[in-house]
Structures are given as structure tokens and as C-alpha cells.
């Protein structure tokens, strides 16, 4: 059988992306650096800490758009083996159990454990020297109610583990996914643009009109903009790569330039007129998703492929789903472990640390696991059923 195209370029830049929300996420820890990631609007004074956080510099903490950069990386990958001349194409069947699986067995783990480390070290009078962030996680109590809300990965899951925000939104989008694709691949490229502008524009029109108030599973569908951009820029990935390599290597740096400032836009960005800003603002969320494009089509490039295919960065994206897990779980476990010891400064900065080696043990022995339990679940159904109809 034929290996699915893998891009590890791909995996490095999702590593990026998800050291970008623990980067955020232990700033916003600290009361004293919560202003890097959420900086005072009122008349800022141009000093060095207004440049720190209103400039590029905020691409290493922006965790919100690394969220959308999650989203369409996955709509560009899980396309990958419809658009891939050299792959096949894998059956719905099998495709929904391994997805389902491969996501939600390592979600289950760290919601258990996080219960663990609750009942071990939670104290309802918060941790001092640590954020209302911090302070707020483990404080829902122990109901079923509760607990049915976290095995469905429903919201009230954000207290267990905040991450996990974004997971019933993957598992359910990556579903539908596959019937968008097999629509996409019978459309010329001008369709393809056209279907993908009037999703963008009913959704973003039916938001204003309040449907996402109106209607739980809205928002799901809102991010699936982002899917779906993903998979358009799969399709036509090799059409718009020949064009970026073809670039001067002026063209190409200004290429990085702008899409590090459309990125941080809402930091980087505040000398364009208040009204320009304002219009940007109301659709920052696709601004991100723009940015995103462009971070694929630079890392797919010739001249970045070394710095992409590094060792190192491979490993960090090898292990990225584990590490977005665990990162809330340990930083506020050591929070409450060790601020009786050292200072906050010093907790947070060895969460950082200890996240990425938990992540490792988490990546060997529970994400790879699951990855395999799920390869031979849908194999095993997958070859009943056409026992069956044979």
C-alpha cells in the first residue's frame, strides 16, 4: 500500500504555532506580563514595552491566530491524501473511526488526569501570585452533569483543561470534511474561489444577523472557513508554489515581512488610519486565516525547506498535540505544587519546561498508542464490513 504525501515542513510549522499558545498561555499566568499578550489601548506611550507589545515581536505569544493556523493546517493535511496523485484515497468508514479515536483517546487521558491532579492539589482559595487564568481552572464542581459535559468535550471541558476548546470543534469539522473535498475536486479553479468566498460571506453575513447566539453548533461551522482554505490551498498547492519559489529573494523576505505584520495586524499594525484598523478588527479572524495561507506556502518553499526540515523543529511538531494538551494541566498543577517555594516568574518558566518533556512521555506512551489503537480498530471494522458484502 502507498504512504500518504507528508509535508514535515508542516509539522514544524504546527509546532511553531502551538509553542506560540504555551508561550501565551504561561504570559497570561503572570499578572505582571499578561500585558504582552492583552496591552493597555489607551493612549500608549511609546516607550520599550509599548514596541514589545505592539510589533512583530507578538508573533512568538499570539496564541488566538496560532488557533486558526491549527485549523487550516489541518484542512490543508487531511486533504492531502485526495488530492496526492501517488496516495489512496482512504474509505469514509475507516477515516471517521481513526479520526474520532486518534483525537479524542488522547483528550480522555488528559481529562483524567487533570481530575487527578484536581482532587490532589486544588484549593478553592486560588493560588497567590498567579492569574484570575490560573485561579479559575479546576473551580466547577464535581457533578455528573460536569462530567457528562467532559467526556463530550462540551464547554464546561475548558475547566479541566482549556485547551480543549478547540478539540470537539477538529473532531467534527475533519468529518464533514471529506464530502467538501470530493465536491472541491470536480470544480475548476474559479468555482473553487467562488464557492469558498460565498461560504466566508454567508457565515460571516448569518454571524451579524446573532444566528451564533441563536444556533450551539454555529461555531463550528464558522471555522470550517478555515478547513475549507486549507483544502483549496492543498489543491492548488503545487500551482502557487512554483510562483513563490520563483520569487527574488527580495520578493521572498518582503513575502515574510507582510505576513508576519498581517499576522500580529492587531499589534503590529496600529500607525494605519483608526477606521482602516476598526474595518480589519471585524474580521480578524480571517486576517489570521490569510496569514496562515501564507505561512504554508513560505515553509513549503525551497528556501525554507531546511530551516522547516530541521531536526528539531520536526521533533517539536511530532509532539505538538500532546504538548497543546498538557501545558494547562502542568502549569497549573505546578502553581499550586510550588508557590510556597518560588517565586511565579520561576513556576511558569519551569512549566514551560517540564510541559515539553510530560509532553514527550504523553507523545510515547498515550498519542502514539491511540494512534495505533485507532489504525487497527478501523482496519478491523473496516475488513468485517466487506467480508460482509462480499
Known amino acids: 500500500m502507498q504512504q500518504k504525501q507528508r509535508y ?48 512583530p515581536v507578538h508573533f512568538f505569544w499570539s496564541a488566538t491566530p496560532a488557533v486558526i493556523v491549527f485549523f487550516v493546517l489541518s484542512g490543508f493535511v487531511l486533504s492531502l491524501p485526495y488530492y496526492s496523485e501517488n496516495s489512496n484515497t482512504p474509505g469514509y468508514l475507516k477515516y471517521f473511526i481513526k479520526r474520532i479515536l486518534r483525537l479524542y483517546l488522547p483528550c480522555l487521558a488528559i481529562i483524567l488526569l487533570s481530575v487527578l491532579f484536581k482532587h490532589l492539589l486544588y484549593n478553592p482559595a ?17 457533578t455528573i452533569p460536569e462530567w457528562i459535559n467532559r467526556l463530550l468535550l462540551n464547554g464546561a471541558v475548558i475547566n479541566i483543561d482549556p485547551a480543549l476548546w478547540t478539540l470537539p470543534i477538529e473532531i467534527k469539522l475533519s468529518l464533514i470534511l471529506p464530502f467538501f473535498i470530493y465536491l472541491l475536486n470536480k470544480l475548476p479553479f474559479l468555482w473553487d474561489c467562488a464557492g469558498a468566498i460565498m461560504f466566508t460571506a454567508v457565515f460571516y453575513i448569518l454571524s451579524k444577523l446573532g444566528l451564533k447566539y441563536a444556533v450551539p453548533e454555529y461555531n463550528n461551522l464558522f471555522y470550517f472557513t478555515f478547513f475549507l482554505w486549507g483544502t483549496l490551498s492543498c489543491k492548488y498547492r503545487q500551482q502557487i508554489s512554483k510562483r513563490v519559489n520563483s520569487l527574488s529573494n527580495a520578493s521572498f523576505v518582503l513575502l515574510i515581512v507582510i505576513s508576519l505584520f498581517i499576522y500580529t495586524f492587531n499589534y503590529s499594525m496600529w500607525w494605519l488610519p483608526h477606521r482602516l484598523m476598526n474595518f480589519l478588527e471585524r474580521f480578524h479572524e480571517y486576517v489570521s486565516g490569510i496569514a496562515a495561507i501564507l505561512f504554508i506556502l513560505i515553509v513549503l518553499s525551497t528556501r525554507a525547506h531546511n530551516l522547516f526540515n530541521s531536526k528539531l523543529l520536526k521533533y517539536i511538531g511530532k509532539i505538538s498535540f500532546s504538548l497543546y494538551l498538557v501545558h494547562p494541566v502542568v502549569i497549573v498543577s505546578m502553581a499550586y505544587l510550588l508557590h510556597n517555594y518560588f517565586n511565579a516568574y520561576i513556576i511558569v518558566s519551569g512549566a514551560f519546561l517540564t510541559s515539553v518533556l510530560i509532553s514527550v512521555v504523553f507523545y510515547q506512551y498515550i498519542e502514539v498508542p491511540s494512534l495505533n489503537f485507532a489504525q487497527k480498530v478501523a482496519i478491523m471494522v473496516t475488513s468485517k464490513k466487506s467480508k460482509q458484502t462480499s
Open 126 to 142: 486560588g493560588v497567590a501570585g498567579f492569574s484570575t487564568w490560573i485561579n479559575n481552572i479546576w473551580s466547577n464542581p464535581e
Open 8 to 55: 514535515h515542513s508542516l509539522d514544524s510549522l504546527r509546532g511553531l504555532a502551538c509553542l506560540q499558545v504555551v508561550i501565551g498561555h504561561c504570559l497570561v499566568a503572570l499578572p505582571a506580563l499578561a500585558w504582552l499578550v492583552y496591552p493597555e489601548t489607551d493612549k500608549p506611550v511609546h516607550d520599550l514595552k509599548f514596541y514589545l507589545a505592539y510589533s
